[in-house]
């Protein structure tokens, strides 16, 4: 399920990032940014520009006008009467939008009568327009001569139309052949306001209509208006208007009669509505006179602003991942708008942002396909580490489980077997030699598993070196032991690691589905259950899932319950072992062994319950206990005289490692006021060697308070010298294996011979255990054995039958 979820995010991505790319390229190879631009343009403007303030006065001439005074044209001595009438209203300057090019409509006298009403006025503004001729060039249409010599000021009346039809933009100076023209509404403000708009005279030249310094038009509205101030040309004629209507303002006279002159969309049009031209020229005029025209940025500044943009985009985008690259576009988006937006709300500056806008798509998408693939790759190499062991590559307990539940899924009639094994005491050689040894050492033992192994068989490893296989189909009882006995064979030879050779017992457990198990969870605990059964053995063993191991569980749960009580209902009891001395087989002290006397079950050995309380914990409790009531019986057999007795007490590995086994030793000693060169802690090679660096600090602490050390069972474990001699141990014990069969078998002696030889080269002791003939006596006698044990000596006894033994021991000197 994880692998499946996962791996279909990058397909869903790619739809997303194959979008990207589509848009992007249409965008910028299909020339339909300058249409977004001037869509986000119109948003921008009208959202973050301040209302205008009106500086005009449109006067139309509109339906009411043309039904006063008749059709369109008119005489000219209308608009010098119009002049005339505008006289005391002191207006700032005066501009027809209206072509004066012949005299076809007027007489001569009237032509004079509005060339001389110009003159008086001073501040009059005639328009001058590009035509087209039939050769292709554009001529410019001038007023008449006469009209031309009167007027303060000309100015061209050419607006740009963008792409999508509507006018936002006109050119501050223009005309044909040079751009010598101010635009209608420029040359009306310089009327207006003479020292404050200046031509900067940098003059533009060539064939046709020239135009130069192109600027967005503010197409701001009053506050609670939706028009600029309007009159009818027939309410000022008449003087029905108001004096505050027309006092200092720029005059603008135009058409705007139905069907008549020349009408534009806007941005402020909608709905298909038009604006007419003076009406547009009179939204230039106030965005001149409120410093709110708009210049767009020039090529190198705009290229400079979009590379430092597209850098930092890139930036963006690589320094994320696959996951966060479409917010982080959503983000550049909205940083590249707002750009825009605060240029023109502080600067009146405009930037095209879409172009950037479809970079940083491009890059998302091309980001996209590259951090998609690295995330797939990703997300394959992680799924990879979930369910594979890192060491060895081979699949973890999670993969085994999956495989066991899709195998039972596959058909309703599946079968299959589990086998669990584990190679001992592999974590004290890694502990010991190394992490890297420890690796190796896996690796090994998997190469060796899979050189035996069918090749369907499905081998994981799932803790230290507990390797499980799962055998998708049913052996026969006889195959299949033959198989594991295969694995012993193969993985019980010895190990070579650091020039060091190490022999480790190998243990199996071995279940079936769907007998022993109907699930993964289920099949897993009757293989482990198996496999504790089969370690209960010292050497390699096979053990095949039962219902006495089922039974078994559950009395061991039953004995754990038990065990809790015990020491609450004084049921644990201390026996003791006499250590004597080889020369003379004299007592120098008594290792103490703990017994359990059950009130049902009768006496209960170590080998039974021991097991039962490490793995429950209950051993640190039972543990301290035992100390405590060794070092009592050793003071006490002090005080009787037998003044150098020595006890042993066996540490299991959880007490070893226990944070308060110190001050728990130190306890047990100043309550009964021992010394603690009398009380020896025995220590297996397995218990020492799993928490190495741990180990040697507790054993430098227990030597400096004066205890003695001693590796119980040496022989049967790691037995090497590369860490014998890092510890600061007192004694070593043979194991009883070697002594049973000393006086008869010659490796046993060699061995034992090695052994001591060993030691004594490190400064250690050696006691012996399981001795039960003189025989046997006498041989570790002449190699130098200095103490033993044994049943020959003395079987482990209560507190009662040890004074006995002390009390005869004493009368023998």
């Known amino acids: 399920m994880f692998k499946a979820f996962f791996m279909s995010i990058p397909w869903a991505q790619k739809r997303v990032e194959l979008s990207a790319l589509i848009v992007s390229f249409v965008l910028l190879f299909g020339f339909q940014t300058e249409r977004l631009d001037l869509i986000s343009y119109d948003r921008i403007v009208n959202i973050f520009t301040p209302p205008a303030t009106d500086h005009t006065v449109t006067i139309e001439i509109d339906d009411k006008s043309i039904a006063y005074l008749g059709e369109w044209p008119w005489t000219r001595d209308v608009h010098a009467e119009l002049l005339e009438a505008l006289k005391p209203y002191k207006v700032k300057a005066v501009g027809f939008d209206v072509l004066f090019v012949d005299n076809r409509y007027s007489t001569a006298e009237q032509d004079l009568k509005f060339a001389n009403a110009i003159k008086q006025a001073g501040n009059v503004v005639l328009p001058v327009s590009p035509k087209r001729d039939s050769l292709g060039g554009v001529p410019e249409l001038l007023p008449q ?131 007419s031209g003076v009406e547009i020229n009179a939204h230039v005029i106030n965005s001149l006179l409120n410093d709110s025209v708009i210049h767009q940025v020039n090529e190198i500044q705009f290229l400079i602003i979009s590379i430092v943009l597209a850098i930092l985009s890139i930036l963006a985008f690589s320094f994320t991942t696959a996951t966060r690259l479409l917010p982080i576009l959503a983000l550049l988006v909205i940083a590249s708008l707002s750009i825009s937006a605060l240029l023109v709300i502080h600067k009146y500056t405009w930037y095209p942002p879409v172009f950037l806008i479809s970079l940083q798509i491009l890059l998302y998408a091309a980001f996209s396909l590259i951090k998609t693939d690295v995330m797939r790759n990703t997300i394959t190499s992680l799924n ?17 489980e999956q495989y066991i539940e899709q195998s039972i899924h596959v058909s309703n009639n599946a079968q299959l077997q589990l086998i669990t094994l584990e190679v001992t005491k592999f974590k004290g050689i890694s502990d010991l030699l190394g992490n890297s040894a420890g690796n190796e050492l896996l690796n090994t033992i998997k190469k060796r598993i899979q050189s035996i192994l069918p090749a369907n068989a499905y081998l994981s490893r799932c803790n230290n070196a507990e390797f499980s296989i799962c055998l998708a189909y049913v052996l026969s009882p006889e195959q299949i032991k033959l198989l594991c006995e295969q694995l012993i064979s193969v993985l019980s030879p010895s190990y070579i690691i650091q020039d060091d050779h190490f022999r480790l017992p190998v243990h199996i457990g071995v279940c079936n589905y769907p007998s022993d198990g109907d699930n993964a969870f289920q099949l897993k605990a009757a293989s482990l259950a198996a496999l504790n059964r089969a370690m ?196 070593l014990k043979i ?18 011979k090695a052994i001591i030889s060993m030691a004594h080269s490190l400064n250690m002791g050696v006691i012996a255990e399981g001795i039960e003939s003189v025989e046997q006596h006498s041989f570790l006698n002449d190699i130098a054995v200095e103490e033993l044990q044994g049943y020959y000596f003395g079987k482990p006894a209560t507190v009662s039958d040890m004074d006995k033994m002390l009390t005869a021991n004493k009368n023998k000197q």
């Open 536 to 731: 209960e053995q010292k050497d390699a063993s096979i053990c095949f899932y039962s219902s006495d191991i089922k039974e078994g569980l559950h009395e061991r749960a039953r004995l754990e319950s038990d065990l809790s009580k015990a020491i609450a209902n004084n049921e644990i009891e201390v026996h003791y072992q006499p250590q004597v001395s080889s020369k003379d087989g004299s007592i120098i002290g008594a290792e103490a062994l703990a017994r359990w006397r059950h009130p049902v079950r009768g006496l209960v050995g170590p080998d039974t319950f021991i097991p039962v309380a490490e793995s429950s914990g209950l051993i640190l409790e039972i543990g301290n206990w035992i100390m405590k009531q060794a070092c009592f019986q050793a003071k006490r057999w002090q005080l009787q005289g037998h003044t150098n007795f020595r006890i042993a007490v066996n540490l299991s590995s959880k007490q070893f490692t226990n944070p308060d086994l110190f001050d728990e030793v130190i306890d047990a000693l100043t309550e009964v006021e021992l010394d603690p060169h009398y009380l020896e802690l025995e220590l297996t090679e397995s218990c020492v060697i799993e928490e190495l660096d741990t180990a040697l600090l507790t054993m430098k602490k227990l030597k400096d308070l004066g205890i003695a050390l001693s590796i119980d069972d040496f022989g049967t474990g790691y037995s090497s010298l590369s860490y014998l001699k890092q510890f600061p141990m007192d004694r």
């Open 145 to 275: 001569s006469d009209l031309v010599e009167s007027v303060n000021k000309l100015g061209h009346v050419d607006f740009e139309i963008d792409k999508d039809g509507i006018i936002r933009r006109t050119y501050l100076y223009a005309g044909y052949q040079r751009s010598s023209w101010p635009v209608f509404a420029l040359a009306l403000t310089q009327v207006a306001y003479p020292n404050r708009f200046t031509d900067n005279g940098e003059m533009t030249s060539g064939n046709g209509w020239i135009r130069r310094d192109p600027v967005f038009v503010n197409f701001s509205l009053p506050k609670s208006k939706n028009r600029l101030n309007h009159l009818s040309y027939i309410d000022v004629l008449s003087g029905n208007v108001e004096a505050s209507d027309l006092q200092d303002k720029i005059v603008l006279i135009g058409m705007n009669a139905t069907a008549m002159g020349d009408q534009f969309a806007t941005p402020l049009t909608t709905n298909h509505k038009t604006m």
């Open 735 to 752: 194991d009883r294996s070697f002594i049973s069969e000393i006086t008869s078998d010659k490796e046993s002696q060699d061995i034992t």
């Open 384 to 400: 990879h580490k979930l369910l594979n062991d890192d060491v060895t590559d081979l699949p973890n307990e999670t993969a085994l």
